[in-house]
């Protein structure tokens, strides 16, 4: 860890730095986008980790991001503190193979950070239970999302089980 100003060890710095706009178009051109991705299955919060991953591929962080927030509020923080190793890198087909998962994490911060880097809230609201329908609206708001423990989900994962059809 680098040193502060005055000396002492920064505590605060991240240990893996975000990635450059380069960086995310590269890594998230590895992806193979998998039908029944099993790093979907194994995320606590089931976000659609192919279709974050393609967007920001096509250049749309801020989509990406948005895609991310909606399934999961807290998506900006779990980039960072997920235990990934054992949830979406862990599941991720990469490993069948022998190579380097994709670096699921810091795609999600990539693309959260250009979310919060507007400085306005995400557009779209957090899903929930609720149908979405007009029709079918509640006469009162919908309940908040329960907060997911992605460690604890991990304790109750079995193992990777699905197969990547593209692979
Ligand atoms: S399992 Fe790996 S390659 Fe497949 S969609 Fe998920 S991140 Fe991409």
Redesign the pocket.
């Given at each position: 860890m680098p040193p502060s100003k005055n000396g002492q060890k920064d505590v605060w710095t991240e240990v893996k730095g975000p990635m450059t706009r380069e960086e995310a178009r590269v890594e998230s051109s590895?992806?193979?986008?998998?039908y029944d991705?099993?790093?979907?299955t194994a995320c606590p919060t089931h976000i659609d980790?192919?279709r974050f991953?393609r967007q920001i591929a096509a250049q749309d962080p801020l989509g990406s991001g948005e895609t991310i927030l909606e399934a999961n509020a807290l998506g900006h923080s779990c980039a960072r503190v997920c235990p990934v190793e054992v949830l979406?890198e862990g599941?991720?087909?990469?490993h069948d193979w022998q190579e380097k998962?994709?670096q699921?994490a810091r795609l999600q911060r990539h693309a959260t950070d250009a979310v919060y880097a507007t400085g306005e809230p995400p557009s779209r609201p957090a899903r929930t239970t609720a149908s979405a329908s007009p029709s079918s609206a509640p006469a009162r708001p919908a309940p908040r999302a329960r907060p997911i423990c992605a460690a604890s989900a991990s304790r109750s994962r079995s193992s990777r089980s699905a197969s990547?059809p593209a692979g």
């Open positions: 590895r992806c193979l986008y998998c991705a099993p790093c979907v980790i192919p991953i979406c599941a991720c087909v990469y998962p994709i699921i990547c």
